[in-house]
């Protein structure tokens, strides 16, 4: 399995409780397929240099995972279908 390092955006008017039920579920799509979050660190609320899907702020979490490419496919998935999230990004991690 190989590293990857995923900064995704959630929409910042969503409550304490929603953004955590939120993180869970992306989270939990990654291990139910057999993956691995060994990092998590929530950068907070940030504003945008530009709108991004009208909204001009967005919560930042960023994740490093181990998994292979059936649970970063199923991660994608959920995220593309999801109003909640913004944006994501995906990247390895080669440390």
């Known amino acids: 399995m190989k590293k990857y390092e995923i900064m995704y955006i959630l929409k910042a008017g969503l409550d304490d409780a929603a953004r ?5 579920k992306l989270h939990g799509a990654i291990t139910l397929k057999g993956g691995k979050v060994l990092d998590v660190n929530e950068w907070g609320l940030r504003e945008f240099a530009y709108p991004i ?4 702020k967005g919560y930042y979490v ?6 292979d490419s059936v649970a970063l496919n199923e ?5 593309r279908f999801d109003n909640n999230v913004l944006r994501t990004l ?4 080669h440390q």
């Open 20 to 24: 955590k039920a939120e993180v869970d």
């Open 75 to 79: 991660f994608d998935r959920i995220t």
């Open 90 to 93: 995906v990247t390895v991690d």
């Open 53 to 56: 899907k009208k909204e001009t």
């Open 62 to 67: 960023v994740i490093k995972i181990e998994a």
